[in-house]
């Protein structure tokens, strides 16, 4: 029998490379996606399998994490073994806007969602999309898993208590439940309205002559970005472990919004000071402080190691749009 695993956010950049690596490693995976109107899924559409992997080994099923019935009879059919909980309202400044949505389905879902395991009457393991914008305005730098959190946004004090339910089922009910508290990971697979994929694609049309202007909010904020293929294959590591435990994945280098857009111009041949402009409508009331990850726990125990660095990362991002509008 094939391993079942079922994702959360399957539609999303991380659920998508993490469908394409449960695949190759022989699992039967089932993703929850939402009711649309449109059928369109971009991430899903591109995903590198063959058609028979497609049929065989991916199945969608409808619900949403603002509405436990259908994760309970989703759990009753699917009967997973493992559950990769990475659905949610994933964007920080959106957060600020929405904040009571915002909190049920990324605080509310994941209660409903260990609910479900808990009542399932098997053994699941269970991984939760924990984040580092959980340490908020660390004292300490950099961040490890016993760094204390000052979340300083409404997405990230859902993150928090998702983050400590998730210990808590684990503590309280013996569940096989682990935290990744992942740093920044992009791709082109990046959301559009997040700020890597944002200045790439930016970049691209520029480059094509399609426009002339890229406006950005704080360029001054500095991440520890790294490569979203290989952030997603420690998370099914940890789900391997004899022992279920937090893990912070980092690269442990933080570079600024600027410097990735000075990079991503250079690539193009272009110079930023002639495109690139302020945009005051992409500030955020607040912004996290230096956050920059220690990851020697998960190289110590999973053997995980980040290997894209960020030079290679924007070039990545940067070509991949330059071949998609050429
Ligand atoms: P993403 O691209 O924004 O994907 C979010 C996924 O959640 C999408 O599949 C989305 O479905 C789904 N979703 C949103 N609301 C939902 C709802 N009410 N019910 C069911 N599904 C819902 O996020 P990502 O970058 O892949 O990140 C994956 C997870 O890791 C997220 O929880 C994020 O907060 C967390 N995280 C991300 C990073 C990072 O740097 N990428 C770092 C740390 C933590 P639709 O396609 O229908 O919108
Ligand atoms: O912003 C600055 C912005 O929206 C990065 C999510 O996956 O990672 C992500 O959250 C930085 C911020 O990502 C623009 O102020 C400047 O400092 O790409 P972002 P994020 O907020 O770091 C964490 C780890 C997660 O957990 C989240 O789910 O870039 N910035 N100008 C801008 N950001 C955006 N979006 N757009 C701009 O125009």
Known sequence: MPKRAFITGITGQDGSYLTELLVQKGYEVHGLVRRTSSMQRGRLDGLVLSPAQRKDQVFLHYGDLGESSA???LFHKIKPDEVYHL?????????FESPEYTFDINASGTARLLECIRDCGQPVRFYHAST???FG???????????PFRP???YACSKAASHYLTSCYRDSYGLFACNGILFNHESPRRGENFVTRKIARGVAAI???REKILKLGNTDARKDWGYAPEFVAAMWQMLQQDKADDFVIATGEAHS????????FQIAGLDWHAHVETDPSQMRPAEVGLIVGDASKARKSLGWEPKTRFQELVRIMVE???????
Not at 137 to 147: G, L, V
Not at 257 to 264: D, G, I, K, L, N
């Open 207 to 209: 480059k094509q002559g």
């Open 71 to 73: 994760l309970v009879r």
């Open 257 to 264: 919004v600027q410097e990735f857009v000075e990079t991503a």
């Open 137 to 147: 305005r660390p004292e300490t730098s950099p961040q490890n898993e016993n760094t």
């Open 152 to 154: 300083v946004s409404p």
């Open 320 to 326: 991949a749009e330059l071949q998609d509008d050429a």
């Open 87 to 95: 659905g949610g309202q994933s964007h920080v400044r959106v957060s």
């Open 132 to 134: 580092c914008e959980m």
